[in-house]
């Protein structure tokens, strides 16, 4: 499967990776260590002890990862506070972060299908009619895309640098 280039007089030779939206998010959530955090945001964790508990990861990684996702804007820190109990912080998806949600599910269902011998561990159903959920490509206008059907066309310019003022 490859995806055809159109509109393009050489199709790659004007592309950097600075500006390779794949490359800049990979750039935000480039470790499993923040997969792993997003998979419980996802799943409903809002407390540190919950996601380094349930990820495995050590608290220090949990931190510097739970920093990293706030300051990307993924996900929002708030205090609260227990009765009898100082102010913590509970991390709550933002929008930002709730459209990474077709990102991990498409990576589940690939894990699910080639990595799991024994079957998946748990699946995603819809709470509406109890159908097992996946990712699909769709355009703008509702139709399911296969992969052949893709073609690559350039998007936006690059800004242009400033003029330096003379004089």
Avoid at 30 to 35: E, G, N, P, V
Avoid at 158 to 163: A, E, G, M, N
């Amino acid at each position: 499967m490859t995806i055809e280039m159109t509109g393009m007089l050489e199709p790659r030779s004007g592309w950097s990776a600075d500006r390779c939206s794949m490359a800049r998010t990979l750039a935000v959530v480039h470790t499993r260590s923040a997969f792993l955090i997003l998979r419980e945001a996802f799943y409903g964790a809002t407390r540190f002890e919950e996601f380094a508990a349930r990820t495995g990861v050590s608290e220090p990684v949990t931190a510097a990862r739970l920093r990293k996702l706030v300051q990307e804007g993924i996900l929002a820190r708030e205090p609260y506070r227990e009765p009898g109990q100082r102010t913590r912080d509970r991390y709550r998806m933002t929008d930002k972060g709730a459209e990474l949600l077709p990102v991990l599910v498409a990576l589940m269902r690939w894990g699910d299908r080639w990595e799991q011998s024994a079957g998946a561990p748990v699946e995603l159903h819809h709470r509406g009619c109890g159908g097992r959920v996946g990712v699909e490509l769709r355009c703008e206008h509702g139709h399911s895309v296969a992969g052949d059907e893709l073609a690559l066309v350039p998007g936006a310019p690059p800004p242009r640098p400033p003029v330096p003022h003379l004089g």
